[in-house]
């Protein structure tokens, strides 16, 4: 091979590399050419669907292949090689191996993409040279979604949210009543007199906030007192107390990974394990969701590699509302040497027979190596929390810079949390009620054809794909006085976007039954469902 023919190989593979790093978000560094695409890479048949549609653009002769293909990256460099570049291909971006995020859209032939067809992955950080052009792009995206009455993020409530609430519908441009699925009060918690009532007693005896953090002037009685409460609920030995769920796992996976390890993530995990890994500075390995083939065909192969390796996964898929394979994830940490933590945040309060989480559902306590939870779902408070031995909750009240350098929260926070605890654990028919609930929604949507995947908690998802038609379908959810959740990206992947409803302990049966009456209404008028 003479040079010129060096270098246009050289440049097709760095042009397939990078559609690779703008639709998987990976560094240059990760993208190993024998790593698998789904098991070891995440990149899920859509996805991998969109980079080959996206080479076929820039790659002349290309249109016959096919994603199903490829099963390695190195395949997909490989495949395409045989083809020619077309000669208005971008070039490929400079990274020097760090992180590229998704670009913009690339024209075609010098058109740009058609509006409908841009979703919210379209503007993420591209490289560009002003830092703000994505910002107008994506105002002209809003202001369309908004027209059509297809986004209404951020609408204010009013008043207690129960099984109803009060809601100023911009686009209606009126206050009006809903019927609430969106919530993720769960056991109605945040509502209940006694938890208000120790709220309000503790504001007035601690007053409003604390304004240092834990280990500088932040910490009372009533921190102290929540977290062995929580440890006690969980089984655990320890408990700390984060701000919040999100920086619990970004404060407890960073402050244990270091560049030396390696971190082994479900492909569906919240976003927050997924920063928290990317700001530890490990080795990121994805494996397919809740495949445990997958798994190990993953920590097999970083069995030989130095430094410690951690599991992640979800309790409960917050988007998905499927359960973890904790046995078969437990199983492979054991057989692998690796460390397990599980972040319960909608597994707490739901899952289990008093509602401690995924490890007494699965009646595996003690087998997980560290538990996180929320305190803003079931619990009905603020805050998140990371269960486990002593002493790795004592490193990480040093080490874990989302604890150490952060404002705790406040101690009628605390105080609520406690007596939702209190509650919780007197009455244990909350529940019973919740689940009673959630079996009868789910059922009845499943007898409809809808599909609601694998879920087995107190989300229930509505899948439907297309983007545009899930947000029709929510415009037409809300107009008939239903309120719940319409996921796109970056919450689910491009072409996976679905309703999200969050069932509640407090839906009386007339409120599923109308729920299920709108949803039916709505599926049908948009050709979701026969007639």
């Known amino acids: 091979m003479n040079n010129a023919e060096l270098l246009d190989s050289d440049r097709k593979a760095a042009v397939v590399r990078d559609v690779v790093r703008t639709h998987s978000q990976y560094a240059e560094s990760d993208l190993d050419p024998d ?73 075609c032939n010098g058109r740009a993409p058609e509006a409908a067809s841009l979703t919210m992955r379209d503007f993420i950080a591209s490289g560009e040279s002003d830092l703000f052009a994505k910002t107008r ?26 099984n109803r609430a009060r809601i100023f519908d911009r686009l209606a441009g009126r206050e009006r009543e809903f019927l609430l699925f969106a919530s993720n009060n769960y056991l109605s918690l945040a ?20 304004t240092g953090s834990r280990l500088i002037g932040g910490t009372t009685d009533l921190h102290l007192q929540l977290e062995q409460r929580l440890a006690r609920f969980k089984g655990r030995e320890d408990c700390i107390v984060f701000p919040s769920g999100y920086s619990a796992n970004l404060g407890t996976i960073s402050a244990l990974l270091g560049a030396n390890d390696v971190a082994v993530t ?19 390995k994805i494996y397919a969701h809740n ?13 030989d590699r130095p430094g410690g390796r951690l599991i992640v996964a979800d309790g409960v898929f917050s988007m998905h509302g499927d359960v973890v394979d904790l046995p078969g994830i437990a199983a492979l940490a054991r057989k692998y040497g690796a460390r397990l933590l599980i972040d319960d945040a909608h597994s707490t309060g739901v899952l289990g027979a008093t509602g401690s989480g995924t490890a007494e559902h699965f009646g595996m306590k003690g087998a997980v190596d560290l538990e ?22 004592d490193y990480l009240r ?49 007898a409809l054809g809808f599909d609601t995947e694998h879920s087995a908690s ?46 509640l302990e407090s839906h009386t049966r007339a409120d599923l039954d109308e729920a299920i009456g709108i949803l039916t209404e709505s599926a049908h008028e948009n050709g979701l469902l026969p007639q």
């Open 35 to 107: 790593a698998l695409l789904q098991e070891e890479l995440g990149i899920d048949s859509i996805m991998l669907a969109e980079i080959v549609a996206d080479l076929k653009k820039v790659f002349r002769g290309a249109g016959h292949v096919s994603a199903d293909q490829f099963d390695t990256l190195g395949a997909l460099l490989h495949g395409f090689a045989a083809f020619e570049l077309d000669a208005a291909a971008p070039a490929p971006r400079e990274t020097n191996g760090a992180h590229v995020d998704a670009a913009q859209p690339q024209a």
């Open 137 to 162: 792009r994506f105002g002209r995206f809003l202001r369309e979604r908004e027209t059509a009455g297809e986004f209404w993020y951020g609408m204010a409530s009013s008043g207690l949210c129960t």
């Open 191 to 210: 509502n209940d007199p006694r938890v208000l009532d120790a709220m309000a007693q503790a504001v007035r005896e601690y007053g409003a906030t604390n």
């Open 266 to 284: 479900d492909a569906y995990n919240h976003m927050s394990i997924q920063d928290g890994c990317k700001l530890s500075g490990a080795a990121r």
């Open 291 to 303: 495949d445990m083939e997958a798994l190990e065909a993953v920590l097999r192969r970083c069995d």
């Open 372 to 393: 996180v939870g929320t305190m803003s779902k079931a619990l009905g408070g603020q805050g998140g929390f990371v269960v486990g031995d002593k002493e790795v909750i």
């Open 398 to 446: 040093f080490y874990a810079n989302a604890y150490v350098f952060a404002a705790t929260i406040p101690a009628a926070i605390a105080a609520g949390l406690i007596a939702a605890l209190d509650v919780l654990e007197a009455e244990p028919q909350r529940l019973t009620r919740l689940w009673d609930n959630v079996r009868y929604l789910k059922a009845s949507l499943d």
């Open 458 to 503: 107190a989300i229930v998802p509505i899948v439907i794909g297309d983007e545009r038609r899930a947000m029709a379908m929510g415009r037409s959810v809300r107009r008939r006085g239903m309120f719940c959740q319409t996921v796109v990206f970056p919450g689910v992947a491009v072409g996976d976007a679905r309703l999200r409803i969050s069932v």
